[in-house]
């Protein structure tokens, strides 16, 4: 449905039976076309090449189109975790949303933090294993950087949510078989939360589980809602 289609419906319908100010009801009605219009026409671009994002998106039914953004990932001269993946994720955000300018662009980013120091992906099943053996008994944050853009109107929208995870005090054996078993090669902290990683785990402490694995959906859908894409209640889009 194109614009002027839908500013007939909404002109003709959302005031039926109202009486108020004639002006009121203008402007109520170009926010509200704003908005149905950009949910209607606005493709969705999640700006990651990260599958466990791209799972976790598929989880809200919305159709979406991945691309890569190509940014340097290395932390600024004292950068906190919290403002790294802040800034990440808006500059993943924005590359994406300078290329493609008729979309809302999700960014995310991610870093774990223990003793002081960045847990960074293992890559080899002997890097796993010693970082488990180190983290055992310890406790991990999380930092989960989000950023929501649209690229037609330039509205940003920014979060960043935090996890606390506890390791449980793990045998040498328990480590060797969960790092076998699983591979968590590519994972921050060697384990993976949504799989048989949530066996290593004392606890885990967050408003919203989905960001330990890469993307806060409940803080996502609430960008998304402000910029008018229903979840629910509308058929998705």
């Given at each position: 449905m194109?614009?002027?289609?839908?500013?007939?419906r909404?002109?003709?319908?959302?005031f039926r039976?109202?009486?108020?100010?004639?002006?009121?009801r203008?402007?109520a009605?170009?926010?509200?076309?704003?908005l149905?219009y950009?949910?209607?026409?606005?493709?969705?671009?999640?700006?990651?090449?990260?599958?466990?994002?791209?799972?976790?998106?598929?989880?809200?039914?919305?159709?979406?189109?991945?691309?890569?953004?190509?940014?340097d990932?290395?932390p600024?001269?004292?950068?906190?975790?919290?403002?790294?993946?802040?800034?990440?994720?808006?500059?993943?955000a924005?590359?994406?949303?300078?290329?493609?300018?008729?979309?809302i662009?999700?960014?995310?980013?991610?870093v774990a933090?223990a003793?002081g120091?960045?847990l960074n992906?293992?890559?080899?099943?002997?890097?796993?294993?010693?970082q488990?053996?180190?983290?055992s008994g310890?406790?991990?944050?999380?930092y989960?950087g989000l950023?929501?853009?649209?690229?037609?109107?330039?509205?940003?929208?920014?979060?960043?949510?935090?996890?606390?995870v506890?390791?449980r005090?793990?045998?040498?054996?328990?480590?060797?078989d969960?790092?076998?078993?699983?591979?968590p090669?590519?994972?921050?902290?060697s384990?993976?939360?949504?799989?048989?990683g949530?066996?290593?785990?004392?606890?885990?402490?967050?408003?919203?589980?989905?960001?330990?694995?890469?993307?806060?959906?409940?803080?996502?859908?609430?960008?998304?809602r402000l910029?008018?894409?229903?979840?629910?209640?509308?058929?998705?889009?």
């Open positions: 194109g614009p002027v289609a839908i500013a007939r909404m002109i003709g319908t959302t039976g109202v009486k108020s100010n004639p002006l009121v203008v402007r009605t170009i926010e509200n076309l704003r149905s950009s949910a209607t026409t606005m493709k969705l671009v999640l700006a990651s090449s990260s599958r466990y994002r791209r799972e976790l998106l598929e989880r809200l039914g919305l159709p979406f189109t991945t691309r890569s953004p190509d940014i990932e290395r600024l001269a004292d950068e906190a975790p919290a403002a790294l993946v802040a800034r990440l994720a808006r500059l993943k924005e590359v994406v949303a300078s290329a493609v300018p008729d979309a662009v999700i960014g995310s980013d991610q933090f003793s120091a960045v992906k293992p890559g080899t099943a002997d890097a796993a294993i010693a488990l053996t180190t983290m310890a406790t991990a944050t999380f989960t950023c929501v853009i649209n690229a037609n109107t330039g509205a940003v929208y920014t979060a960043v949510e935090t996890v606390e506890t390791l005090t793990l045998t040498c054996a328990e480590i060797v969960y790092v076998a078993r699983e591979q090669l590519d994972s921050a902290g384990f993976k939360s949504e799989g048989l949530i066996a290593l785990f004392e606890s885990v402490r967050s408003d919203d589980p989905t960001t330990l694995i890469g993307l806060p959906l409940i803080r996502l859908v609430e960008f998304l910029e008018g894409v229903a979840v629910l209640g509308a058929g998705g889009r």
